[in-house]
């Protein structure tokens, strides 16, 4: 299974929004609603930041949106702030009952 | 809260087995599944398997597929991973991470344990 594709970095200066994408096949992003985006700090564990390509689970910002078209998923982040800076992740079930995830994108905030 | 506790960092020998224990504790452990991922140092996280803890069936990456064991002791809720002949490459932080809906979600994530392969 190939890893999902997102671009290696994005940038964006505080209170800006910014869009991660995540490009798969019909086989996972896009024959499934279970694309998560995963948030992780240097040293740190992965955090869930959306599940099922839209919903946030409770204490995750409103400022943290998922959306799909096709085989392509999408992470948005507004009114950008400092402590979003991170590596972002995402994820999808499959066709083989596996789980696949992208290759990661690290965030900048200017 | 929901809370998922690794065992401890390992160094082992190339050719050897390693086995990571994830226990659970805050949410029913019984009607969930728990994911592993591993992520080697500056690199992406990578799926290794799944297994649903009621069941017992497992899913496993066909990269693993030949060398890895997930498995589950509910009286004490704690999954079990264990991954043999060893190589360097297989030098890396490994996750236990819950899905409470069994859909591929990884909902709360262990803290991680490194497991380092060297000779």
């Known amino acids: 299974q190939s890893a999902l594709t997102q671009p290696a970095s994005v940038s964006g200066s505080p209170g800006q929004s910014i869009t991660i994408s995540c490009t798969g096949t019909s086989s996972d992003v896009g024959g499934y609603n279970y694309v998560s985006w995963y948030q992780q700090h240097p040293g740190k564990a992965p955090k869930l930041m959306i599940y099922d390509v839209s919903n946030r689970p409770s204490g995750v910002s409103n400022r943290f949106s998922g959306s799909k078209s096709g085989n392509t998923a999408s992470l948005t982040i507004s009114g950008l702030q400092a402590e979003d800076e991170a590596d972002y992740y995402c994820s999808s079930y499959t066709s083989s009952s596996d789980v696949v995830f992208g290759g990661g994108t690290k965030l900048t905030v200017l | ?119």
């Open chain 2, 1 to 119: 809260q929901m809370q998922l506790v690794q065992s401890g960092p390992e160094v082992k020998k190339p050719g050897t087995s390693v086995k990571v224990s994830c226990k659970a504790s805050g949410f029913t452990f019984t009607s969930s599944a728990v994911q592993w991922v591993r992520q080697a140092r500056g690199q992406r996280l990578e799926w290794i398997g799944w297994i649903v803890v009621g069941s017992g069936n497992t899913n496993y990456a066909q990269k693993f597929q030949e060398r890895v064991t997930i498995t589950r002791d509910m009286s004490t809720s704690t999954a079990y991973m264990e991954l043999s002949s060893l190589r360097s490459e297989d030098t890396a932080v490994y996750y236990c991470a819950a899905d409470i809906a069994a859909a591929g979600t990884c909902d709360y994530w262990g803290q991680g344990t490194l497991v380092t392969v060297s000779s």
